[in-house]
């Protein structure tokens, strides 16, 4: 087999949630559990770190990653999805999985005969789990595909749990309310194991107060403590005063960062309680690079600066509450290529984006992308102003027609859309 013909079978043989969407969601554990013993239970042979929440998750997980190799910790990281190549979600000290990993994993597995018929997730998740083992990685970083009780993830035994946010995605699977939104989120805590909550109040807060209590588990809400007494833009990066740790530059640079730099900061305090050797100046490095260190892309991630030109993956509301403040409050006419999946509120984001700007409505390649004319129907309903353009590339080529060097250009809407641009734009 070569590892075409791998990732032909993983992207084709197997329900994968990335392209299809609903159909492909599993919930529950028993495949996963059965899967992860037919491999013997690798996620067992070494510590490991979870990571849920509806936002920030994947900019918290990079960074505990990043900190965790400054401090000599052979790391490994597992994320989804992936923007450009497939073994984006696999790493070792930042370093992608082998190809020849990716394909021998896909051999074994296809002579095994498993009698069940796990995902795309479940069976990559499981590739991450054993690849991790053979790498003989100190700790692992596991995020959180999707909600968090019944998520494939949720058959490891972490020694730290971390709650980033709840806000409404995916309510067709978590529920339609917040504090249902965060009974599911809340289903990675376990028995005794801390757990680091980034941002709640209200009945969220008592959603997570109560199932912390009934477990054993301690818990700290970063949003009750002082990280920071400022959190300042320096060209280009965010400078966060008088931390524990000492000034930190952190390289992401999004709105919603300095909540995601909080939380990552407690978590680190609880590692430390917990006997984790992590110096001052590990901490630091890690904020400062932690896009070089593990590979994360698409959090405000510049493309260039005239016009001044940036995607991000940021794909609903809770996300977009940040994002629209930046993106006003970046420089000259705002040329907004946008897409969205079609089981997103696209309604309710529509609504927060700037009327005064230019919108390229596009769709991303793949079968759940929403169509650009019904994107562009909808939002003219609301007085946002654009064309329609089958592709993310011809959106974008547009925009950059039209822009003038000290325009502002935006991608994004969908962590797809913003795939496409990468792929497109490393070819």
Not at 24 to 32: E, M, N, Q, R, V
Not at 210 to 231: F, N, Q
């Amino acid at each position: 087999m070569t590892y075409d013909q791998a990732i032909d079978f993983l992207y084709t043989q197997l329900p994968m949630f990335q392209r299809v969407g609903a159909p492909a969601y599993k919930p529950g554990l028993d495949t996963s559990i059965a899967l992860a013993a037919t491999f013997g239970n690798p996620q067992d042979l070494y510590k490991t770190i979870h990571v849920g929440g509806t936002n920030g998750k994947g900019s918290t997980a990079h960074t505990l990653a990043a900190i965790l190799q400054a401090a000599g910790y052979r790391t490994g990281l597992y994320t989804s999805p992936h923007l450009v190549d497939f073994r984006e979600r696999i790493r070792v000290d930042g370093k992608m999985i082998p190809r020849e990993e990716v394909t021998g994993f896909v051999e074994r597995y296809m002579k095994l005969g498993f009698d069940k018929s796990p995902s795309f997730f479940e069976l990559t998740m499981v590739m991450a789990f054993e690849y991790f083992a053979k790498a003989k990685v100190d700790v692992a970083v596991i995020e959180v595909g999707l909600g968090g009780r019944l998520d494939s993830t949720n058959i490891i035994s972490p020694c730290l749990s971390v709650i980033t946010n709840i806000s409404k995605d995916h309510t067709q699977f978590l529920g339609d309310t917040l504090p249902a939104i965060a009974s599911e989120k809340a289903g990675i805590i376990k028995p005794g194991v801390p757990v680091v909550i980034g941002e709640s109040e209200g009945d969220v807060r008592e959603v997570f107060a109560v199932k912390a209590e009934s477990v054993g588990a301690p818990v700290r809400y970063a949003d009750d403590e002082t990280l920071y007494s400022a959190a300042v833009a320096v060209d280009g990066d965010i400078l966060y005063r008088d931390t524990p740790f000492g000034d930190i530059t952190g390289a992401l640079s999004g709105e919603c960062q300095p909540k995601n730099a909080a939380t990552i900061m407690v978590a680190v305090d609880e590692l430390r309680k917990a006997g984790w050797h992590i110096d001052d100046r590990d901490v630091r490095k890690g904020f400062a690079e932690v896009c070089s260190m593990t590979g994360l892309m698409g959090r405000w991630m510049r493309i260039s600066e005239a016009p001044f030109t940036v995607c991000d993956t940021g794909h609903n509301t809770g996300g977009w509450q940040y994002l629209a403040r930046q993106l006003d409050a970046s420089p000259g006419v705002k040329h907004v290529v946008i897409g969205f999946v079609n089981d997103k509120d696209v309604t309710s984001i529509l609504k927060m984006l700037p009327a005064d700007a230019r919108y390229y409505f596009t769709r991303a390649s793949i079968a759940r992308a929403l169509d650009e004319k019904v994107l562009a129907e909808n939002a003219g309903a609301l007085g946002l102003k654009g064309a329609a353009y089958p592709t993310v590339g011809e959106a974008y080529a547009a925009a950059r027609s039209a822009a003038s060097p000290s325009d502002t250009i935006f991608i994004g809407g969908s962590t797809f859309v913003v795939a496409d641009l990468l792929t497109m734009l490393n070819t």
